[in-house]
């Protein structure tokens, strides 16, 4: 079992940034992949971000240049750093793992006002 809390999210301007954390209950460095997902409003889940345990990364196209996403394996947390952020952006984000199961976390709003 494995438990995941975001925190980070909030109300910004267009152009503004902010940095979201996902906090795992178990060591990190034992889950090959982990990553963050967003749904606006009427939509599906689309993924925004995935790493591997090696470091690898991957983003979806309307996030690259602008988002980075990394792990602290000491602090068994995962970030998303967005900066430019866009109305667009604004959606509740989630973080996932993929550790046998895939486990998902409660979600955190980001709202990025015009």
């Known amino acids: 079992q494995v438990q995941l809390v975001e925190s980070g999210g909030g109300l910004v301007q267009a152009g503004g940034s902010l940095k979201l954390s996902c906090a795992a209950s178990?060591?990190?460095?034992?889950?090959?992949?982990m990553g963050w997902y967003r749904q606006a409003p009427g939509k599906q889940r689309e993924l925004v971000a995935t790493?591997?345990?090696?470091?690898?990364?991957n983003y979806a196209d309307s996030v690259k240049g602008r988002f980075t996403i990394s792990r602290d394996n000491a602090k068994n947390t995962m970030y998303l750093q967005m900066n430019s952020l866009k109305p667009e952006d604004t959606a509740v984000y989630y973080c996932?793992?993929?550790?046998?199961?895939?486990?998902w976390g409660q979600g955190t709003q980001v709202t990025v006002s015009s």
């Open positions: 996932n793992a993929h550790f046998g199961l895939v486990y």
């Open positions: 178990v060591e990190i460095v034992s889950i090959m992949i």
């Open positions: 790493i591997l345990s090696g470091g690898s990364t």
